[in-house]
């Protein structure tokens, strides 16, 4: 198993969260919690806990907010006709039902529109300026957009249409000052101390400007645009999503209340989680294949029957949408082995595809789920013929600004729009390579090394004692949970696997129980089913997850969601026992790239003649070469190339000797790190047989054989016939007294020649491993006791190697 993430566990000051724990009255797990999060101070932790309407800041600090505020309000005094232009994603519509719902509440005289996601793409454009116009629009109000609009703002001035931004994305170079007004807390200048609202956050500022006080009727709307929009779920945010879904709970809207049943939520039990994976991509559905007006119409809906009707339309639509995204999926994943095959099999940094028939509305999924699967920056494009032109998404990495890398390709593009982690753009189809060039040379220049791997932070390292349902029932003073404040990672280590068993449709999940000093958890990992066999024969493991109630009729019990585990040591797996080790190790080399390492040239042979090498696997018979050529490709292979995990070792027998020990430590620690080591056997010899093979005298066996020598007289005539005599006193064989004699001359206690030995009269002392000869003799007698030695001793003895 290739561990997925990287892991980085925050180290809580535990005297800190004792004393944060007792000062502000909470558990000490959420204390540690707290603490781990940067929360070390009583006041800000109970700002945290509370997030109330006390946390609100006022919205004329929000720069633009004074104009914008005097605009709107001068248009429904004057009976003007406003439109509210919206987006078709989430937010979009969200943001469009906010300033419906206070529209409504003033009296205002207006419309909305939502551009076609196909047709008419992101944002403002001049031909629904124009149908403002003829429709007799004096006044339009952008939500979710308009902050880049700077030549359709212009034009929509020509036609005498005031025009007021109300924005949240990252803010251009040049920005639309034919505008009335600019709202958008990230524009230069704008002191506003929160910077993280989403559209419909900056909708719900501007309700709060025009009405004096915060409406909280409106705050499920802008609950589920941040949360959807994946805007962090800290500050002003974190209020605004915890007082919205109480509001949802207990006032649900009949829009509200009808999206949630078919999302199959329980009433009165809406969470920031049923929000991004229920009700948002419904939300998204209508905007992706069809028309985003049903969406708002949902929202703002006043009667239940059509609640109910727009809420069933949105579900199918949503089915529709997940048959689309599988579909292109495929198609985009085979685009995307082509071009790793045409680039002679390394992979690109960065992932840009463009295909026909694509739908624009999914591109964004599809990308997001590329990320996923291969941890890169990926844009997709749906590639209209017609036009020429592309029309698409894009989402990024950790470590990766795709706004600014965006903003360094904008001679690219027609269009482009969004932040750090997604955008959207308009590019014409032969633009698309040199794009993919461009942003290819920015992922190398600015990412490292470390950066290609996808990272999870766990917040505490825990024991199996900590894990119980009432510490899973305190968790929720955390919430809501989000972008920017996740769910408690947690990280359990050296827990004993007592059992592991995939489950559901297909074996695609599994359930297993931890143990760890005498207690056990039950731990379910959604798409882990491949893993059941590896985690059962693991040993002891790291696990890193969270913690979960499960409710099933009428019981609860805590779980832990597994999200990531590796062996708590390196595993090494015994396979000496099957006959046919060639099968075994080309069945290896199938699954996944693997090397073999064999002091045997005989193995390596039967390898080569089996064609196991063209099968994924690199054959050595050297370790000095193995490690050599590791190393070459670890310098070869640029770090978006390498994948995560460690390298698979097939070690086909035992070192033999001195040689093949000392090849065998230089492989494993030139390698690391290894992610396990197969142990097979070349042939049938016995254990015995190989240890017998050479044994090393002891310290006092030198000394005796030593003293021996000191007992003749200052020279040996015949030295052959004194060795025998020796070896038939010591009963060593000839050839380790022989040995012992070597060892004795070269460090300086005998002096050899051919046909004689001289005893060197009060030679220094020396310390026997100071021979090379010695050192040699050790490592051959290693080797030869390896074979002999238990499988948990070799399996400790490979893994000290490894580690060294």
């Not at 931004?165 to 803010?171: G, M, Q, R, S, Y």
């Not at 609202?197 to 409406?215: I, Q, R, T």
């Not at 040591?569 to 000496?576: N, T």
């Not at 022989?738 to 046909?755: A, P, V, Y």
Request: charged letters at 25%; a negative charge; aromatic letters at 6%.
């Amino acid at each position: 198993m290739r561990q997925k993430y990287r892991w980085t566990i925050s180290e809580a000051d535990e005297r800190a969260a004792a004393g944060l724990a007792a000062a502000i009255g909470v558990p000490p797990l959420v204390g540690r919690l707290l603490v781990a999060r940067g929360l070390t101070e009583p006041e800000a932790a109970r700002s945290f806990l509370s997030a109330g309407p006390e946390q609100f800041h006022d919205p004329f600090l929000m720069k633009g907010m004074a104009a914008a505020a005097a605009r709107i309000r001068r248009a429904i005094d004057e009976g003007e006709h406003i439109r509210v232009y919206g987006d078709y994603d989430a937010d979009g519509v969200t943001s469009t039902a906010l300033m419906t719902r206070l529209l409504r509440k003033l009296g205002a005289r207006f419309d909305t529109y939502i551009p076609h996601r196909s047709r008419e793409g992101y944002g403002l454009n001049v031909g629904a300026i124009d149908l403002a116009a003829e429709a007799g629009v004096q006044l339009l109000i952008t939500v979710d957009n308009g902050i880049s609009a700077v030549d359709q703002i212009a034009y929509a001035k020509e036609r005498g249409i005031d025009v007021v931004v109300t924005d949240h994305h990252e803010a251009p170079p040049t920005l639309p000052d034919a505008a009335v007004a600019l709202v958008n807390p990230k524009q230069p200048d704008c002191t506003y101390p929160f910077k993280g609202l989403s559209g419909a956050g900056v909708a719900f500022k501007l309700a709060h400007a025009l009405l004096g006080e915060p409406d909280l009727s409106l705050a499920d709307l802008a609950a589920i645009g941040i949360v959807a929009d994946l805007m962090p779920l800290t500050g002003e945010n974190r209020a605004i999503v915890k007082l919205g879904l109480a509001e949802m709970n207990r006032r649900p809207s009949p829009g509200v209340k009808a999206l949630s049943a078919v999302c199959g939520a329980e009433p009165g039990r809406l969470s920031s989680g049923r929000i991004a994976f229920g009700l948002a991509p419904r939300l998204n559905a209508g905007g992706r294949l069809a028309e985003a007006d049903g969406a708002v119409r949902l929202l703002v809906a006043e009667d239940d029957e059509e609640a109910e009707r727009l809420a069933l339309s949105l579900d199918q639509l949503n089915q529709e949408r997940q048959q689309l995204v599988d579909d292109t999926l495929l198609e985009a994943e085979a685009a995307w082995q082509w071009r790793v095959a045409a680039n002679g099999g390394m992979p690109l940094p960065v992932i840009v595809l463009a295909g026909e028939g694509w739908n624009a509305g999914i591109a964004g999924l599809v990308a997001s789920k590329l990320v996923e699967r291969y941890y890169r920056p990926t844009v997709i494009l749906a590639h209209d013929p017609e036009t020429g032109k592309c029309k698409g998404s894009a989402r990024s990495i950790d470590g990766f600004d795709l706004y600014a890398a965006l903003r360094e390709c904008a001679d690219e593009m027609e269009h482009f729009g969004g932040h750090q982690a997604a955008a959207g753009m308009t590019i014409r189809m032969d633009r698309v390579p040199s794009l993919e060039t461009k942003l290819a040379a920015l992922a190398e220049a600015w990412l490292s090394p470390e950066d290609w791997t996808p990272k999870k932070k766990a917040d505490l390292l825990c024991e199996a004692s900590e894990l119980t349902l009432e510490a899973a029932e305190q968790l929720t003073a955390l919430e809501p949970y989000g972008n920017g404040n996740p769910t408690p990672r947690l990280v359990l280590r050296e827990a004993a696997v007592a059992d592991a068993k995939s489950m559901g449709k297909e074996g695609k999940h599994l359930r297993a129980l931890l143990a760890q000093s005498g207690r056990r958890i039950e731990a379910v990992g959604f798409g882990f089913g491949e893993e059941a066999g590896r985690l059962g024969g693991s040993g002891t493991v790291d696990v890193l997850g969270e913690l979960a109630i499960n409710e099933w009729n009428g019981s609860r019990r805590v779980q832990f969601m597994l999200q990531d585990w590796r062996p708590a040591s390196l595993p090494v797996l015994d396979r000496r026992q099957e006959r046919d080790w060639v099968e075994a190790v080309r069945a290896l080399a199938d699954a996944a790239p693997l090397f073999v390492l064999s002091a045997s040239g005989q193995a390596i042979a039967r390898l080569e003649k089996a064609a196991v090498g063209t099968s994924g696997a690199a054959l050595y018979a050297e370790g000095e070469q193995f490690a050599s050529r590791k190393a070459e490709q670890a310098e070869e292979t640029p770090p978006y190339a390498r994948g995560s995990g460690g390298a698979r070792l097939a070690l086909v027998g035992l070192p033999d000797g001195a040689e093949a020990l000392d090849g065998l430590r230089l492989a494993l620690q030139g390698c690391a790190p290894l992610e396990e080591i197969h142990l097979f056997v070349e042939d049938s010899r016995s254990a015995a047989e190989d240890a017998a093979r050479f044994a090393l005298p002891t310290r006092e066996q030198f000394g005796e054989v030593y003293a021996m020598f000191r007992r003749q007289s200052n020279w040996i005539d015949a030295p052959d016939g004194f060795l025998r005599q020796v070896a038939d006193r010591t009963g060593w064989p000839l050839a380790a007294v022989r040995m012992m004699q070597e060892i004795f001359d070269e460090l300086g206690f005998l002096k050899m020649n051919r046909s004689s030995v001289q005893v060197v009269a009060n030679p220094p002392r020396r310390p026997l491993d100071e021979s090379e000869r010695y050192r040699k003799a050790q490592r051959r007698a290693e080797a030869a006791a390896l074979a002999e030695m238990s499988f948990p001793n070799l399996q400790a003895w490979l893994r000290q190697l490894a580690n060294a």
